[in-house]
């Protein structure tokens, strides 16, 4: 009987495991601990597997936001050059049919003028090397000739940049659906990996985003009370500021407006790709509340990264500032003042005030636009 009743004692020293490692705040009962069933050691680390899958996706969302921006140049660039080769084209025909018509005219008045050997050969350039053509032609046809000449290589370089371009566009797009299915495969395994918690896992999970949404509500709040009180009084500084924090003041002009403009999206969700009004990724974001402000601010953080004025310390952001986070420059946000970033952070987050300190990303630099 004593074998059988031995497994039953770990009971407390097992409620203490749970307790510690998921940060329950509230003890559990013998009873309780008991009824749940064991901890499947396969899951042992899987929250920081899903925010790593998170971290790549965003990352790759950076990436993809590069090659679409990259694409979307291209197109137009080949637009306009297979625009302007239409034209040209349209010009040459005009010059064919001129010296055509003087041509003819040349020839019922006695013979084959050279300007019509010239029109008929495949390889005019050739011709002219060959025959001194110039030397027999009037001054008028002549310029003529030289006209028709250099508008056909100009045609010729033109299609050539066409097909570079087009080529290029091929290339990019390729491009962009290897990152499509790249982040598309990094939220497909997260959501497999959560679907292995527990609904009791799942629902602490869902807890610590409110418990991040709830703080920013506050932090939102604070901020229009302090906003109030600064229209009162005249402060220049802002609301929170801690000592040795640095110049915190607000930007004026376009910086303050885009980031006016950001604060009006707090509580949006967080899509890859997106760029507003009703769902952002980080740089969709900072360039869609930058475009509010009248200015057309990069799409990517890496982009945006070396857009304006850098600014090194952290101690030298004033509210407005773009924030560039992680080594590979792969986020972006708005420096919120008290060492907090307004930001879109991750898949299945919102738009919300952050510490910085417990964002998990490393502060690289501040932008001031």
Sequence with gaps: MASHRRPKQ?????????????????????????????????????????????????????KYNGAKEKAEKLQKEADNLQAAVARKQDDLNELRRGLGSAATAQYRSGGLDPSVQLLLSSDPDAFLDEASVLDRVGARQSEALQRFLSEQRALRQQRTQAAEKLAGLQDTRKELGNRKNEIQGKLAEA?????????????????????????????????????????GTGNQASAGNTAGSGNEAGSPGRTGSAFEAAKTRVGMPYVWGATGPGSFDCSGLTSWAFKQAGVDLPRTSQAQANFGTRI?????????????????????????????????PKPGAQVRYESMARSGMPFMWGVRI
């Design 312 to 344: 090194n310390s952290l101690s030298d952001l004033r509210v407005g500032d773009l924030v560039i986070m992680r080594t590979d420059l792969s986020h972006v946000g708005f420096y919120a003042g008290n060492g907090q970033i307004l930001h879109s």
């Design 191 to 231: 959501q497999r990996l959560l679907n292995t918690l527990t609904a009791k896992e799942r629902a602490e999970i869902a807890a610590k985003e409110e418990r991040a949404n709830r703080a920013s509500e506050r932090v939102q709040l604070a901020n229009q009370a302090a906003a109030g009180n600064k229209t």
């Design 10 to 62: 770990p009971s407390h020293g097992y409620v203490s495991v749970i307790t510690a490692t998921a940060a329950v705040s509230v003890a559990l009962s013998a009873q309780s601990a008991s009824a749940d069933p064991l901890p499947d050691p396969n899951k042992k680390g899987v929250q920081a597997q899903i925010d790593r899958l998170y971290e790549d996706a965003t990352q790759a969302t950076e």
